[in-house]
């Protein structure tokens, strides 16, 4: 097994499950396919597993690491943001609702996607290579975003919350009061996600849902 699967903290970690959405950090890997550093770019995006017939063998030599996700509020919460090649409509609209919930930045519609990026990117590690996170009311964070919650990275929705696994989330559990929470998900994408981005979800209505059925 090799090194390429994302959670929702942005970890690199080793796991049997398959992903959703593939991700690009630039090239992170050796000659061994060993990851070795946690990004090399500040643009981290989230693409389709297919993409106009390409074909890549993950972890070639100097070539972009391919990274995977269990679903797009997953590759949000890790930090990354839509493709704009390959997903370009969902990276326009991400860029849309971006700037419709971050006013405080003065950015307009013909900002570059790369100063939204250097905002991303202080939002999601520190120069210490630790995640970034924040407090929030519980009550006031939208569906698809991610909370720690007794050690566990969960995800906010339909007034629950589901612990995150590799393969899946785990039975839901009441959403908890009216306390403030660390929440994972960088706080200008949450943003987004309030002002109208509606990020994919995996299936959470039952307990331990199968892997997705995509190859990675």
Request: with cysteine.
């Amino acid at each position: 097994m090799l090194q390429n699967r994302v959670d929702p903290r942005g970890d690199i970690i080793t796991t049997s499950a398959r992903g959703a959405w593939m991700g690009n950090r630039g090239v992170l890997h050796d000659e061994h396919k060993i990851i070795r550093r946690a990004f090399k770019l500040k643009a981290w995006i989230t693409c389709v597993l297919q993409f106009k017939g390409r074909h890549r063998t993950v972890m070639s030599p100097n070539r972009w690491t391919e990274l995977f996700f269990l679903d797009e509020a997953t590759a949000l919460a890790a930090g990354h943001r839509p493709c704009f090649e390959c997903r370009r409509e969902n990276a326009k609209r991400f860029k849309s609702y971006w700037l419709k919930g971050n006013p405080e930045y003065g950015f307009n519609e013909d900002a570059r996607i790369g100063e939204i990026d250097e905002i991303l990117h202080r939002e999601r590690i520190t120069r210490q290579g630790e995640k970034v996170s924040y407090e929030s009311p519980i009550h006031e964070l939208p569906d698809g975003t991610f909370i720690e919650w007794e050690g566990r990275a969960c995800l906010v929705a339909d007034n629950k919350i589901f612990p995150w696994t590799p393969f899946g989330y785990e039975k839901s559990q009441s959403l908890p009061g009216e306390q403030r929470v660390k929440v994972l998900t960088p706080k200008s994408t949450v943003n987004a996600i309030r002002a109208g981005y509606l990020p994919q979800i995996n299936d959470h209505s039952t307990a331990n849902p199968s892997p997705g059925t995509v190859s990675n």
